[in-house]
């Protein structure tokens, strides 16, 4: 027995319980709906998808060449044609997640219009659009398995009985769209309170997976921009520490907390940490500041100073309020950051990197590791790299190294077409195709992801339909540029009535009305010429 047919029996049974004023409600109908119902709150998929990823933790931890992926997302209807597309072309969302990028929910869902990656959106948009993947997704569900009931209603009614026992083996056995969710939520929105209380909102909606990072709040910029402003690692904790304490107060006891460091690119820090004795937390942040030696004849009003090993100290603080690190300081700051943050309760690192290079992040990783051996990163592909250049570079760098005549080559202009169909550019490319798996063998990368691909995808498919449509090719652009390819490519967004529910709502019309239902997928649909 299946749960599937165990539900028809259970409803079959309430149907009897109930007598003839049930006399229209058909068991099989009610179980059809329960599958496609498979997730009754946020809260039950928060706790399936921590599970699916704390499973993939250990099995990664175990064999590095299983990391995990994801894309960036902007709106439930991209991160389902996404799911669809994983489960059409690979059959399985093992391994696949979705990626919930402040920067895209800033760039295009504020109130505002287009705003910067600096926290000034609505930060009710972030539960929101965590929400309205999962609705998307669970609808990608409810379409599949309709159209499994279709095939198997039309199996029964031919007497196929080896077409009706593999349908309803996929059925019994069949994979949901639902995956983990990993959610931005920046540097906290605020207080460590506000943090607690956004964090609440976003697991409410399915969340189980929250990346904060240590820049300050109402300070925050992007990761790829300047003038990044961390905080002392206690302020950094103490949200760490509200975002564990919304996932227990919700029952989600295995939640993940991402903890990203912005500090290999942030000179700045708003204020100094609090030290109780030499080489604390505290005394450890300070260390890192740009200082000056004073005496206390030298000292002038308003003065900041840091008393260490009996000497009087300066930190050099801008016209902002703002104090300084010393520069060549950024790795050190990362690697205690990492340290520290995964000491106090964050189960995975992201650090943010100014280019793509195994090696960089591996250097880090490995004295992180010296301490706890089972770190593992979230990493950033970011499209804020140039990655063509960045590993043409790197491989220029590579050949020079072998010995190998780099003298045809301008390293500083191999961005250009004309080094296309070079070995350098292969070379290169081939750095870049195995990018995520290298990462994940050597630098403890456990999930690799891109921020906001369907932002720059959306801009080009676009521009492309424009410039034909709006030109010479009139309506041949969207008919060979999109709907010959979605019929031969086995899209399904080619029938765009079913993909938004069309059917569906006819076999409920049917479901509750019987004979008299009035359906929209009759003879005279037009979708039918896509059949």
Known sequence: MTEYTDDI???????????????????????????????????????????????????????????????????????????????????????????????????LRSEFGPLPDQSMHEKTAVPALVAELYTFLRQADVRELDLLFTQLDSARAAGDETAVDFIQSQITNY?????????????????????????????????????IENQVSDEKQCGHQDGKVTVPHEDFLAKINAVRYAFLELGIDNGIIVARTDSLGAGLTQKLAVSNEPGDLGDQYNSFLDVDNVTEAGLNNGDVIIRREGNLLRPKRLPSNLYQFRAGTGEDRVVLDCITSLQNGADLLWIETEKPNVEQIAGMVDRIREVIPNAKLVYNNSPSFNWTLNFRQQAYDALEKQGVDVTVYTRAELMSVDYDDTELAQLADEMIRTFQSDGSARAGIFHHLITLPTYHTAALSTDDLAKGYFGDEGMLAY???????????????????NMSGSDIGDNHKEYFAGDAALKAGGQHNTMNQFS
């Open 9 to 107: 029996d259970a409803i079959q049974a309430l149907k009897q319980k109930a007598g003839a004023s049930w006399d229209a409600i058909n068991p099989e109908y009610v179980a059809r709906m329960r599958t496609q119902n498979r997730f009754k709150t946020g809260l039950e998929i928060a706790q399936y998808t921590a599970d699916i990823m704390r499973r993939d933790m250990e099995e990664y931890d175990a064999d590095s060449s299983v990391y995990t992926q994801s894309l960036g997302v902007w709106h439930g209807f991209i991160g389902q044609q996404k799911l669809i597309s994983i489960k059409k072309h690979l059959k399985t969302t093992n391994k696949r997640y979705l990626y919930l990028s402040g920067w895209m929910v800033a760039a």
């Open 175 to 211: 994979e949901t769209h639902v995956v983990p969710i990993i959610a931005d939520i920046d540097a906290g929105f605020g207080n460590p309170e506000a943090t607690y209380l956004l964090a609440k909102k976003m697991i409410e909606a399915g969340a189980c997976a929250i990346q």
């Open 479 to 497: 008919v060979k540029g999109v709907q010959r390819r979605e019929i031969r490519e086995g899209i399904a967004t080619v029938k765009h009535q």
